[in-house]
């Protein structure tokens, strides 16, 4: 290992344990009343996985499980979703001051008939046309 990548690796360990002991949390908590986590408020994460099934988002998981478009295949499409967070880019130009991570988008699973599976990745985003953020399918895994 290099000295850089060391430092690096040393750095990142320090600052984990710094950011998720139970000191710090515990201070981070008692400062501020704002939490930790933000959460997406229930009705955000129904419209998510609306979302989810769209003919885009239905195409984009047939794609990735390798349905061809002429193919009759069924995909169920899960009633529920999972946020999943990220760090707020935020949180270090605030000086640390909560929330430390924020929604990024909902993980949302389709099933083929064959029993394969993938997660579609559904987040707000904003038309290219212009308008508010929307919800819409990403990516799938």
């Given at each position: 290992m290099s000295r850089h990548t060391g430092r690096r690796v040393?750095?990142?360990?320090?600052?984990?344990a710094a950011l998720w002991s139970?000191?710090?949390?515990?201070?981070?908590?008692?400062?501020s009343p704002r939490p930790v986590v933000e959460t997406l408020p229930e009705q955000e994460v129904r419209?998510?996985?609306?979302a989810a099934r769209t003919p885009g988002a239905v195409?984009?998981?047939?794609?990735?499980?390798?349905?061809s478009a002429g193919q009759s295949a069924a995909l169920r499409v899960e009633d529920r979703g999972t946020v999943v967070h990220h760090l707020d880019p935020a949180f270090a130009e605030r000086g640390g001051r909560l929330p430390l991570a924020v929604p990024g988008y909902v993980a949302v699973t389709a099933h083929a008939g064959d029993g394969r599976a993938v997660t579609l990745q559904v987040a707000r985003v904003v038309p290219?046309?212009?308008?508010?953020?929307?919800?819409?399918a990403v990516a799938a895994a």
């Amino acid at each position: 290992m290099s000295r850089h990548t060391g430092r690096r690796v040393a750095v990142t360990v320090l600052s984990a344990a710094a950011l998720w002991s139970p000191t710090a949390q515990g201070a981070a908590v008692a400062d501020s009343p704002r939490p930790v986590v933000e959460t997406l408020p229930e009705q955000e994460v129904r419209v998510a996985v609306a979302a989810a099934r769209t003919p885009g988002a239905v195409n984009l998981a047939r794609s990735n499980l390798g349905i061809s478009a002429g193919q009759s295949a069924a995909l169920r499409v899960e009633d529920r979703g999972t946020v999943v967070h990220h760090l707020d880019p935020a949180f270090a130009e605030r000086g640390g001051r909560l929330p430390l991570a924020v929604p990024g988008y909902v993980a949302v699973t389709a099933h083929a008939g064959d029993g394969r599976a993938v997660t579609l990745q559904v987040a707000r985003v904003v038309p290219a046309g212009g308008g508010g953020p929307r919800w819409t399918a990403v990516a799938a895994a």
